[in-house]
């Protein structure tokens, strides 16, 4: 039987992603009807029952998030999509904004009439060019069709959405440097408090969700919360996009329900990723990014839920699911990952931007045979700082592969001090 | 904004109860029971930045560990500032700092004053274990005030801090990110070129070497040592109440003749005051001011006694120099009397003669270079050190200025009146000029000399006075943001005053940029207290009753605003471009 779930993407493929008609066709805005009869604090409850975490890496729970903003005094308040896709093998929100982009409009517009905005940002990364160009036209064709613009539906109410892009820097994909991004500042992470529910974009109290996590809304709105709850488990509710690639055979976004697979589906399984070319081991698979934990062929049985990976020091972070196979020398990946974020530090506060540096020329010293034993603590405490007195985010979770790989695969740290390694150290 | 100041919150710190005011800081909390957590970029008087990541605590709440300078009480648990893990990562970070850090602490100029310095001796860094990441950058030296070595800048941010927000002047900013996070002008444009004032209130700021004042100490010894040069030393009014810093005085210490008698001690061979041409420049200052309101001249009139501001205005707002007083700052006063009428009266060739000013200022090393300040026939005033170079001097010589005995300034260039001396706090030359017009217009002395309206450190501070019938409008504000403000509502056509006082740095010169480092509001306020001590005490408290001004005039400037006043004590302004 299979396990790919066909909610989220239903219409992924099918359809003329500028075209209302299509979307229409397809169960599209019947979320919006249906929440412009509501409450706005019935949808909350919805959003509530419906357990959905944050799609975007963080997996903090919207409907609290909605209901934090919903008690907070103040107009006008902003309707945010982080559209920033930064996270290295991530590509699950650029399905969504290029195949699907009226679900995420839809998932916003619901979200401005909960909050009462009249205007809703989409940041869209500024290497998603054409997706950018794109999905102004999907705006434009909902303006035309009444569900966006003025008199939404013969509401009354107003509500449009802007499309912004910065340059492509990681850093603002962290939801304040996302806002500073937006209001033509540098994309560095702002200082808290105040908090960004508080005083967000332009200093008003702002909503800021993952493109998935709004293209959940009008789902939530239509089948209940508690139906939503169902399609995932263990206190994580509803579907899940799953970017898989690395060695795999197929690189794909899978669909899947939250806790029905594990990861040895994801990675094996022939809908989802289909094995490891040329019959090789795996290694180690990387999740959620470059800021997720790595885990090993040990951990493959775990359910792809919240809750149980985390169990086993691993989360969803942005559902991303790289692969590596046993080519690939763990120093070296580790290296290429510190690499990233050396270029990527906003370089503002002292942890990452001499930290990342630090764990470079340290783990150079393992490649090179030369690391002592203490450089593997030193290393540790580094991490330990880095990953406690970061100021955003990113130099919080820089660290993070590098603590699974000490936990998990210390002998092989400690085969490179020996000057061990198939791939460092070739025997002739 | 959404604290509210008066709701009180207890929290325990390090198992102590400290009940504070929603929304306090968790650092200012923890002082105020006495526990001093450490920072790097931390600084009472500016934004927080939350960058050096030093003065980090451990909380109940939080799995993380936090920073105690920008979060509040309101979000923490229970408090602790000095377990293992605090330990740890401080002593981590400031490992990491010092990685990316010059390890010459013996050649800095900062040496001892340097937060950093402190820092690393409080953690007991002895030996990094982190490899050294330190590439040296060439010193800037492209402007005669301030020195950037860049190699030693730490990114605290606190100089863009006093920059922008405090001054708004925007010469500096944050460039690049990651390993290439710095810290300077757009475009790397040499300082001067830019909308920078040299006010220093950036090397005020600065906790470490990375900025500091051009030091021309060296020149001044070699200058008293030349036999063949007569020295004379002026210092200005906010020297005397920030000197005693450097020696372990408290603060705002009227210092006045224990500093008289070092600076002789150094060999200068007179000793004279600036408080002197202040009160010089209230008899020019004040004239030009009648003569403005009763001859429709422009107003309001702007004082120009702060270099800083002066470049402010012919940087930033060129179309408003007309508004600014024709009068040479009291600096350039002094060095223009004294390499005329003190060289006449002496029989001292200019030529020969050397003005060192102490000055508790950046900028006024700039103003002395200034093409326009040789009235005399040479440059007007040859050096300009800091209080901080004093202090040096000082230091250097093997003196103790606890220990000095009182000595008197010389005459005739060093009796002032007390007028003379407020010239160093906000609102000190307002409250000067308007003693003495009241009299020059009504004839008669002011009920009361203490014109309290124009006093403290406010941002904009407003009055009024009566002149037989004239209500005369006066406003007083100092830093460049707040000045800003005014220019902008007279530019507008919303302000009607007739006389404006600005000083470039917040509270007026006792908070310039070349004062002791690690000053504070609170120290500025002592340093102001001391200011009106020095007034109180005085024997004449209004600058047209000095006898020696009043014989300047007799015997050789003629009379205020006059032939040889216009030529000796008044200057132009230029545009100038800005990048």
Redesign the interface.
């Known amino acids: 039987m299979s396990k790919a779930v066909s909610l989220l993407t239903k219409r992924v493929g099918k359809i003329n992603p500028q075209s209302v008609e299509d979307y229409v066709s397809m169960g599209g805005f019947e979320g919006l009807k249906k929440a412009l009869t509501m409450e706005p604090m019935a949808i909350i409850d919805e959003m509530l029952e419906a357990t959905l975490l944050g799609r975007g890496g963080a997996a903090y729970p919207a409907g609290k998030k909605w209901k934090q903003l919903y008690n907070i005094e103040g107009s006008p308040k902003y309707i945010v999509c982080n559209g920033d896709e930064g996270e290295p093998g991530t590509f699950k929100d650029k399905i969504l904004l290029r195949d699907d982009p009226m679900s995420v409009i839809e998932g916003m517009a619901i979200a401005g009439y909960v909050f009462g905005a009249n205007d809703g940002y989409i940041y869209i990364r500024g290497e998603y060019r054409l997706i950018q160009a794109a999905f102004k036209e999907s705006i434009e064709a909902c303006k035309k069709a009444g569900f966006l613009g003025e008199n939404i539906l013969g509401s009354g109410w107003n509500y449009d959405i802007h499309v912004v892009s910065g340059a492509g820097?990681y850093?603002c994909g962290e939801n304040s440097a996302l806002l500073n991004s937006i209001e033509a500042q540098?994309g560095?992470p702002r200082?808290?408090?105040?908090h960004l529910a508080?005083?967000g974009l332009f200093s008003k109290p702002t909503l800021v969700n993952n493109v998935e996590s709004f293209a959940d809304v009008p789902l939530i709105v239509n089948m209940g919360g508690k139906a939503f709850y169902e399609l995932g488990s263990e206190g994580d509710g509803g579907t899940k996009l799953v970017s898989i690639c690395g060695n795999v055979n197929n690189r794909v976004v899978a669909e899947v329900g939250l806790g029905h697979v594990t990861l040895r589906d994801l990675i094996y399984d022939e809908e989802f990723g289909g094995g490891i070319p040329e019959g090789k081991e795996l290694k180690f698979f990387h999740m959620g990014g470059q800021s997720g934990p790595i885990g090993f062929p040990e951990q493959l049985d775990t359910p792809y839920t919240a809750k149980a990976l985390k169990k086993e020091g691993l989360s969803i972070g942005s559902g991303a699911l790289v692969v590596l196979d046993e080519d690939m020398c763990i120093i070296d990946y580790l290296l290429k990952v510190c690499e990233f974020f050396?270029?990527?530090?906003?370089?503002?506060?002292?942890?990452c931007?001499?930290?990342?540096?630090?764990v470079h020329?340290i783990l150079t010293k393992f490649k090179n045979g030369v690391a002592t034993e203490?450089d593997l603590e030193?290393l540790q405490?580094?991490s330990?700082?880095m990953?406690?007195?970061?100021?955003c985010g990113l130099g919080?979770a820089a660290c993070t592969a590098l603590d699974c790989c000490i936990k998990h695969r210390r002998a092989e740290f400690e085969a490179h001090m020996r000057g061990e390694c198939p791939h460092c150290f070739p025997k002739e | 904004?959404?604290f509210d100041p008066n709701k009180m919150i207890t929290i325990k710190i390090d198992g102590i109860p400290v009940t504070v005011p929603s929304g306090t800081k968790i650092i200012d909390a923890a002082a105020k029971i006495g526990i001093k957590i450490p920072s790097l970029c931390h600084h009472p008087d500016l934004n927080?930045?939350?960058?050096?990541?030093?003065c980090?605590v451990e909380d109940t709440w939080s799995r993380?560990?936090k920073?105690a300078c920008?979060?509040?009480v309101d979000?923490c648990g229970d408090v602790f500032t000095n377990t293992p893990?605090v330990r740890?990562?401080r002593k981590?970070?400031l490992e990491?700092?010092l990685?990316?850090h010059p390890q010459d602490c013996l050649s800095c100029p900062k040496s001892g004053k340097c937060e950093l310095q402190t820092l690393a001796q409080e953690y007991n860094l002895r030996e990094n274990?982190?490899?050294s990441?330190f590439t040296r950058v060439p010193k800037q030296l492209d402007n005669p005030a301030i020195v950037r070595d860049m190699s030693k800048c730490?990114?605290c941010?606190r100089c863009v801090e006093a920059c922008q927000n405090v001054q708004g002047t925007n010469a500096i900013g944050?460039h690049?990110?990651?390993?290439?996070?710095n810290i300077g002008t757009a475009f790397n444009n040499p300082l001067n070129s830019t909308a920078c004032v040299l006010c220093g209130q950036c090397v005020a700021a600065c906790p470490v070497g990375a900025l500091n004042e051009k030091d021309d100490t060296e020149k001044v010894w070699d200058a008293i040592h030349d036999p063949n040069k007569h020295v004379v030393v002026q210092v200005a009014p906010a020297v005397r109440v920030a000197i005693g810093d450097d020696f372990g005085l408290p603060k705002g210490s009227v210092a006045t003749g224990s500093m008289v008698a070092a600076m002789r001690k150094l060999g200068f061979d007179k000793v004279f005051d600036t408080n002197f041409a202040a009160d010089l420049t209230i008899m020019e200052e004040g004239t030009e001011l009648l003569h403005r309101i009763q001859n429709g001249g422009t107003l309001p009139m702007i004082t120009s006694c702060s270099p800083g501001w002066v470049n402010y205005v012919e940087k930033t707002y060129p179309d408003m120099m007309p508004n600014l007083s024709t009068c040479k700052s009291p600096q350039q006063m002094f060095g223009a009397i004294a390499k005329t009428y003190y060289a006449e009266k002496n029989n001292i060739p200019k030529e020969n003669m050397v003005v060192v000013s102490i000055m508790p200022c950046v900028a006024k090393k700039y103003e002395c270079a200034r093409p326009e300040m040789n009235d005399s026939g040479v440059q007007d005033v040859d050096y300009v050190l800091t209080t901080r170079e004093l202090a040096k001097m000082i230091r250097t010589r093997g003196l103790d200025l606890a220990k000095m005995p009182e000595e008197e300034f010389d005459n005739p260039l060093g009796l002032a009146s007390g007028a003379g001396a407020i010239f160093g706090t906000s609102g000190g030359v307002m409250e000067a000029a308007l003693r003495s017009v009241y009299e020059m217009v009504t004839g008669k002395q002011a009920g009361d000399l203490d014109f309290v309206g124009v006093r403290g450190h406010e941002a904009i501070k407003e009055a009024s006075l009566d002149l037989n019938g004239t209500t005369v409008k006066v406003a007083v504000t100092s830093g460049l943001k707040n000045a800003k403000v005014l220019l902008d509502k007279i530019r507008a056509g919303e302000a009607d005053y007739h006389f404006i006082e600005v000083m470039c740095c917040p509270g007026g010169c006792v908070g310039g940029g070349g004062q002791p480092f690690r000053t504070t509001a609170a120290i500025k306020e002592k340093r102001m207290d001391g200011l009106y001590k020095v007034d109180m005490k005085s024997t004449y408290r209004q600058s047209h009753k000095n006898p020696e001004i009043h014989k300047l005039y007799e015997d050789f400037l003629g009379e205020p605003n006059g032939h040889k006043s216009h030529e000796l004590l008044h200057t132009h302004y230029t545009q100038r471009e800005v990048k």
Not at chain 1, 387 to 391: D, E, G, M, P, V
Not at chain 2, 48 to 54: G, I, K, L, S, Y
């Open positions: 820097a850093v540098t560095r200082i808290k408090p105040p508080e005083v050396i270029h990527e530090s906003c370089g503002k506060c002292v942890p931007r001499e930290g990342n540096k630090q020329n203490a030193l405490r580094l330990r700082t990953t406690t007195a970061s100021f919080q | 904004m959404h927080v930045r939350a960058f050096c990541r030093v980090l993380r560990l920073t920008n979060n509040v979000e893990r740890e990562a981590t970070v990491l700092i990685a990316n274990p982190f490899d990441v730490v990114r941010g944050y690049h990110r990651s390993v290439d996070f």
